[in-house]
């Protein structure tokens, strides 16, 4: 410890053993903290390698506790001994997780679009609908965001059926980008907000017509700005729930849905259902810790100045 | 949400921006083409639909194309019309065009549905029947209890920002690895609720075997029903919801101490003040705004609570645990209920607008008088 306190101001520290006092309390709390963030994923991920006894004696630790297995892989058929063979399981699986894949990432995509077009036309030009100017318009996009999705549901499911789009993903995808796109716009303001004017007005008086400003200049500097939205979009996308449950039923299907339909006639198989979820999460999670600094990015955007 | 950057006209309408009249028309003559064939295809489902005439389509489907038509033709009389205007028009177009028709459209549909007698799961179809759906609303015990309990799930939120400005501030402490504690923390944010309810409600805190359980019985409790009776069950899934959205309102928070200035914090140790004193009278209030922004986002999100409920409890025991939202999701999956659902909904989004706006001047007003 004594090397870490070259770092601090004498000011810091009272006394060493109110300073050893407060580290102990500091790690204490951090290590506590991150064991109750862990531990649910970790019995998740170890579940799936759990048979029914192990479950249900409530083992913990794998080779002492208990024997792991791919038990729970091989019944969504993924584990190594069952991969190459033919599983309607796991042709199951990748048809929700081609459906999530798919909403989400085709739902961002169109938010990211037509948010930062929005949001950039906000923040550059005065507008005038009618009696509607900037401040109201912003206001139209950002008030979506307190619209529960229950209030729309059910209209939706009326007018999906008139219009064939319930249970397909075009309908998913649609309603996904109207649940994201308040976050969009919030977040791709703050950044447009932040690049000078000054870039441009040069492009213009190079002979950059406005949209090629926007194209050739303001895209490249904001792109961080837009990665940050999409993952943010995306994680929220990912884990929709509600309206997947109301809009589909065999077709557009994905995978929370497919999650939570997991009761079978005989209880819960509960390593294959911990599979299921560690495949669920997983590449959200995945995604996530690799681009951890643009998900913060996009979570701090406008809420400090 | 509450406030409104204000924008510089960067560039004022040029008025040497000289447009033909022949460009004029032909942008009028798009825009009056597109909007007789949008208003066409809806007569003709119209008439089809109530079988007046026998020409039409099975679905209404190609009204929505004739609608991204009528769009397109719409950006293309701005710009053909209003020259550079025009084009700067273009920017807001597309995403104020498909705001309205998913949102302004359906909800209006909704008030009209609200009014009506519908089970779809009954030959009758849609009968109107005024305002029969508000009184047996006004009526209904178990959408009382449901908002009552939002009031309580919105209260957690309070306990939640306590927590989150803790960790917030760990994490801003001089420690190591603070990346790792980091990602670490916001990991639960990015599990899916669904996955999370069954991985932990229903396996990690099940009765018999779950570890929470046997923890619980080491810690002296003799029964530990996480979803038996109302009360526990109620806190469950406030622990559960906490446990997600945490992380949240910890990175804003966390943001917001880090951009604080540290000579501030700098003086108020020089003058001798314990850390204390320097939370309470220092920190505390300049994070103010901050954690007003975080409250309200959170609660905005808290009111939409649904997914967690539904698949863990169904709203159980007797209805403790319901949110307006899963109440209401139930109501149609169990019941096709659709006329008294929409009127469930519809009265919660009048609720949620009031109050939300109500928060919003509260809250700007209390950071004003505190600062």
Redesign the interface.
């Known amino acids: 410890m004594s090397v ?1 306190t070259t ?3 004498v ?2 520290i009272r006394s060493p053993a109110a300073f050893v006092a407060s580290r102990v309390f ?2 204490g ?2 290590v506590f ?2 064991f ?6 970790y ?2 991920i170890t ?1 799936s390698f759990k048979s029914a006894v192990d ?4 083992h ?1 630790i794998p080779f002492v506790d208990f024997q792991p297995d791919w038990k729970g892989w091989r019944s969504l058929g993924l584990s190594p001994d069952s991969i190459f063979e033919t599983s309607t399981v796991r042709d199951e699986f990748f048809k929700r997780f081609m459906n999530s894949v798919i909403t989400s990432v085709g739902a961002s995509g169109l938010a990211i ?3 930062s ?2 949001a ?8 005038k609908f009618a009696w509607f100017k ?2 109201d ?23 999906y059926r ?4 319930l249970d397909t993903r075009v309908g998913l995808v ?2 996904y ?2 649940m994201v ?1 308040p976050i969009v ?2 977040i791709m ?1 703050d950044q447009f ?1 932040s690049i000078p ?1 000054e870039l ?2 040069a492009a ?1 008086v190079d002979g950059l ?3 090629g400003a ?1 194209f050739r200049i303001v895209m490249p500097i904001a792109l961080p700005g837009m990665v940050a939205a999409f993952i943010l979009a995306m ?1 929220l996308c ?2 929709e ?2 309206f997947a ?2 809009l589909t039923s065999t077709d557009a299907k994905t ?3 497919m ?2 339909s ?1 009761t079978g006639s005989q209880g ?1 198989n ?1 390593w294959s ?2 599979a ?2 560690t495949a ?2 997983a590449p ?2 995945i995604l ?2 690799a681009l ?1 600094r643009y ?2 990015m996009g ?2 955007a406008g ?2 100045k | 949400m509450a406030e409104q950057i204000s924008t510089t006209n960067a560039w004022p309408g040029n008025p040497a921006d000289l447009i033909p009249a022949g460009r004029k028309r032909l942008g009028w003559g798009l825009l009056a083409i597109a909007t007789l064939a949008l208003l066409a295809i809806i007569v003709v489902q119209i008439l089809y639909k109530t079988e007046m005439s026998t020409v039409g389509f099975d679905t209404w489907r190609p009204v929505i194309y004739a609608y991204v038509l009528w769009g397109v033709a719409l950006g293309a009389w701005q710009v053909l019309t209003r020259g550079e205007d025009g084009q700067r028009a273009l920017f807001l177009l597309p995403a104020l065009l498909f705001t309205i028709a998913m949102v302004i459209f359906p909800t209006l549909f909704g008030f009209y549905i609200a009014l009506t007698d519908w089970n779809l799961s009954s030959f009758a179809g849609r009968r109107f029947n005024g305002l029969d759906n508000f009184w047996q609303m006004l009526a209904d015990p178990y959408y009382r209890n449901a908002l009552f309990n939002m009031v309580l799930y919105v209260l957690a939120v309070l306990v939640e920002y306590v927590i989150a400005f803790g960790l917030a501030l760990l994490l801003n402490a001089q420690i190591r690895a603070r990346k790792f504690f980091r990602v670490v923390f916001l990991l639960p944010l990015m599990l899916s609720p669904v996955a999370v309810s069954w991985m932990v409600g229903k396996s990690l805190m099940e009765y018999r075997f779950g570890p929470a359980a046997t923890l619980a019985r080491h810690l002296g409790w003799d029964n530990p029903a996480f979803f038996s009776d109302p009360i526990t069950a109620r806190i469950s899934i406030m622990m559960l919801d906490a446990w997600t959205f945490i992380p949240f309102m910890m990175i804003m928070l966390l943001a917001g101490l880090q951009a604080m200035s540290r000579e501030v914090l700098e003086a108020a140790r020089v003058d001798g003040a314990t850390a204390w004193q320097t939370f309470w009278q220092v920190t505390f209030p300049l994070m103010l705004p901050v954690s007003v922004t975080a409250v309200i986002l959170r609660i905005i999100f808290k009111l939409k609570l649904a997914d967690i409920i539904i698949t863990l409890t169904s709203g159980g025991p007797g209805g403790a645990t319901d949110s307006v939202s899963s109440f209401i999701y139930r109501e149609y999956r169990d019941r096709s209920n659709v006329g008294y659902g929409t009127m469930l909904a519809m009265a919660y989004l009048v609720i949620i607008v009031v109050f939300v706006t109500w928060l919003l001047k509260f809250a700007s007003r209390f950071v004003r008088n505190v600062n």
């Not at chain 1, 479950?55 to 409530?58: E, L």
């Not at chain 1, 036309?121 to 005065?126: C, H, I, M, P, S």
């Not at chain 1, 318009?137 to 007018?159: D, E, G, R």
């Not at chain 1, 008139?162 to 789009?165: I, K, R, S, W």
């Open positions: 870490q770092d601090y101001t000011s810091e500091i790690y709390a951090l903290w991150a109750v963030c862990l531990f649910p994923i019995w998740t579940t479950v249900t004696q409530g913990l679009i037509i948010g077009l929005a950039y036309g906000l923040v550059r030009y005065r507008y900037n401040e318009i912003s206001f139209f996009f950002l008030s979506q965001l307190i619209l529960p999705p229950v209030v729309l549901a059910l209209p939706f499911l009326v007018l008139e219009v064939a789009l649609l309603l980008t109207l796109l716009i919030w303001r907000n004017v441009e007005e213009l017509s406005i949209w926007f994680v990912w884990n729930y509600f449950a109301l995978i929370p849905v999650v939570a997991q819960i509960w259902m911990a299921l979820a669920a999460i959200l999670a996530g810790i951890e998900l913060i979570m701090t809420s400090v």
